[in-house]
């Protein structure tokens, strides 16, 4: 049996506005992995793996690298403190650029990256929208997955910007965190199912009917 390697890269804001959703977003990011804790159990022929990056203009911090997710555990309030502005674009390349490296040359490999923040580009220093657009447009054609999820802000005109069709709107408080999550799981047991049955990955990420746009609201 080839055994399919998913590597989950989570890119989340950290940013001084996050603070006000930080207890659902600790426990939003939990629920995920328990989500592909059971998903790697239902699918014994994947093996998944998740990559956890935050970023505030105080710096983007790895937080998990690679790590097989039945050896991860929770985050806390220690791991997870929002702060100061969002260098969004510097978050996305500098996570993507390294998953980049770390699997090239691995066979069956499947990539995942969720992008998750309450606002817009404000503090890169190293890219711009122009490489970002370039290195999400690259990664695409080798068949990762992208996917946006934003709030207070025009979501779906930033992401397809960057050439990201799968996006979803949110509100920031914590009944509409909680709707955001539960299609969230969803989405990824979906995207386990498309791997197995070795259907497309990349469109409708949160259409639960399989059609082309991948748009949602929370």
């Known amino acids: 049996m080839t055994t399919e390697k998913v590597y989950n890269l989570i890119i989340l804001d950290e940013s001084g506005s996050m603070l006000s959703i930080k207890k659902p977003t600790i426990s ?11 998903i790697q159990k239902k699918y014994p022929e994947q093996q998944h ?4 990056v935050s970023f505030n203009s105080l ?3 790895t937080i ?3 790590v ?14 929002p702060n ?15 998953l980049k490296m770390d699997v090239a040359g691995i066979e069956n490999v499947n ?3 969720t992008i998750l923040t309450d606002g817009e580009e404000n503090a890169s220093k190293e890219f711009n ?7 999400i447009s690259e990664q695409k054609n080798l068949g990762w997955t992208f996917t946006y999820i934003g709030a207070n802000h025009d979501v779906e005109k930033v992401a397809h910007s960057m050439s990201i069709n799968n996006t979803m709107t949110f509100q920031a408080n914590e009944p509409d965190m909680a709707i955001l999550f539960h299609k969230e799981k969803s989405a990824r047991e979906r995207y386990s199912e498309k791997i197995r049955d070795k259907k497309d990955t990349q469109s409708g990420f949160y259409d639960e009917d399989d059609k082309t746009s991948g748009n949602s609201k929370a």
């Open 28 to 38: 939003g990011f939990n629920e995920v992995v328990q989500t592909i804790k059971g």
């Open 49 to 52: 793996f998740i990559s956890f």
């Open 59 to 61: 710096g983007i911090k």
């Open 64 to 66: 998990l690298d690679k």
């Open 68 to 81: 097989p997710v039945e050896g991860i555990h929770e985050i806390d309030e220690k791991t997870y403190q």
């Open 84 to 98: 100061a502005g969002t260098p969004l674009y510097d978050a996305i390349a500098f996570s993507a650029l390294k």
């Open 111 to 113: 990539v995942l990256v």
């Open 129 to 135: 929208h122009a490489q970002v657009n370039s290195i």
